[in-house]
Nanobody
Framework: QVQLVESGGGLVQAGASLRLSCTAS????????MGWFRQAPGKQREFVAA???????SYADSVKGRFTISRDNAKNTVYLQMNSLKPEDTAVYYC????????????WGQGTQVTVSS
């Protein structure tokens, strides 16, 4: 069982930056792939970014060049650095764990709200 706790959301103006954090329970965090997803009001949840256990990263086209995912295995934490935020980035952001490294995310955090005003 893996528990995930996100933090770092908030209300910012367009162009600002935020860093989200997600801390996982358990002693095998370094072996997981981790992902960030988001869900805006009235829309389906969408992929934002992922980082594999070996450090390879991937991003949605909408955030490429603005967002950076990273991980600190010593702290069991994955981060999402979000720069040049836009109003369309407004959503609840969720982190998720792919503990089997098969691109399925079985564990999810509770979400953290990010609101970007224009």
């Amino acid at each position: 069982q893996v528990q995930l706790v996100e933090s770092g959301g908030g209300l910012v103006q367009a162009g600002a930056s935020l860093r989200l954090s997600c801390t996982a329970s358990g002693r095998t965090f370094s072996s997981y792939a981790m992902g960030w997803f988001r869900q805006a009001p009235g829309k389906q949840r969408e992929f934002v970014a992922a980082i594999r256990s070996a450090g390879q990263t991937s991003y949605a086209d909408s955030v490429k060049g603005r967002f950076t995912i990273s991980r600190d295995n010593a702290k069991n934490t994955v981060y999402l650095q979000m720069n040049s935020l836009k109003p369309e980035d407004t959503a609840v952001y969720y982190c998720a764990a792919d503990t089997r490294s098969d691109y399925t995310y079985a564990y999810w955090g509770q979400g953290t709200q990010v609101t970007v005003s224009s």
